[in-house]
């Protein structure tokens, strides 16, 4: 049965592509994505002409708020500003947007994702340089300040998502364990206090299907609210995506959460801070339990990529704790 989201984006489409100047008409579909969960659900088109030409559409079905799209869309915008001048670098630039269709119009990125070029080789060092290269241009032509990085934030963050598993607020799978592992955060935290880290743009959203690479350019697409926050969030988040899903857990050594090969290929391409930056060693275990706390908890309404990430959650999780 055909996807009705396709037809509202294809309408979509046609009142964007004749307000940005293009002919709508001209134009074919070459193919979709679309993502749909409890909170996200969207679809994207690409779109070419006759002579070539490609652009992007992308339709946010939910959430529904309005100001939220508006975000998104502004982050955009400031991103491929940002980086207008980087060779390699790049973000999409947005062609228009409706606030009323939650839809906008965009330059096609020519690439891969980092997810389907991991998922097509076991030789993954070139990837995760590239990602890194990519992420490091970003922070360093958006870098605010160095500040010292305080810890504590997040542990009080982690600590009431334990207490609320504890009195039956919140359910996670796996609850006992994910406590066991809150209340070694605090001691895990003391020895990165006091230590100077870099404050820059974020992407909020800085995972495997949202870098495209290609051999002389990379892209970054889907950027969340624009803020400013140590880089060790976007880096951890991408080396937290890659290592539950395709890092070889036994090559994990006792402490970590990644295997060494992978950290290091990751920071020959990221330079702005080095791999011992204390919010990236600090946040590599926030953001595993970060992950667990996200996982849907009913086994009877998840999918068969949520069951096997959860099972390598908690096994990198055991090499990280214990």
């Not at 001209?26 to 002409?49: C, E, G, N, Y």
């Not at 915008?77 to 119009?105: E, M």
């Not at 974020?202 to 870098?211: P, Q, V």
Request: charged share 30%.
């Amino acid at each position: 049965m055909r996807d009705k989201r396709i037809d509202t984006a294809l309408e979509a489409w046609q009142v964007l592509a004749r307000r940005s100047g293009y002919d709508d008409a001209s134009f074919q579909r070459v193919t979709h994505w679309h993502k749909k969960d409890a909170r996200r659900s969207h679809i994207i088109l690409h779109m070419r002409d006759n002579e070539g030409m490609s652009l992007i559409l992308k339709q946010i079905q939910r959430p529904t708020d309005i100001n939220s799209f508006q975000d998104v869309v502004r982050a955009q915008r400031i991103a491929a500003f940002s980086l207008r001048h980087q060779d390699y670098a790049r973000v999409p630039k947005v062609l228009g947007h409706d606030s009323q269709l939650r839809a906008y119009l965009t330059e096609y990125a020519a690439g891969r994702t980092a997810f389907d070029l991991c998922s097509g080789t076991r030789d993954r060092a070139q990837i995760l340089k590239s990602a890194g290269r990519w992420l490091s241009e970003y922070h360093s032509v958006n870098e605010q300040e160095r500040r010292i990085y305080q810890p504590k934030f997040m542990v009080q963050h982690l600590q009431k998502l334990a207490e609320q598993v504890k009195n039956g607020e919140r359910k996670i799978r796996g609850q006992k364990l994910f406590r066991y592992y809150v209340d070694q955060i605090a001691e895990t935290a003391k020895s990165h206090e006091g230590r100077e880290s870099v404050i820059s743009s974020k992407h909020g959203d800085m995972n495997l299907r949202n870098i495209l690479l290609s051999n002389d350019r990379a892209w970054a697409v889907d950027f969340n609210t624009p803020s400013y926050a140590p880089v060790g969030f976007d880096i951890v988040r991408f080396l937290l995506n890659y290592s539950e899903i395709f890092a070889d857990i036994k090559g994990i050594k006792s402490g970590n959460v990644i295997p060494k090969e992978d950290f290091d290929a990751f920071f020959q391409g990221y330079k702005l801070v080095g791999p011992d930056d204390p919010s990236v060693q600090f946040l590599l275990k926030v953001q595993l339990l970060t992950d667990w706390n996200r996982l849907p908890h009913d086994l009877l309404d998840t999918s068969a990529t949520n069951l096997v990430r959860f099972r390598r959650i908690k096994q990198i999780s055991k090499i990280a704790f214990e």
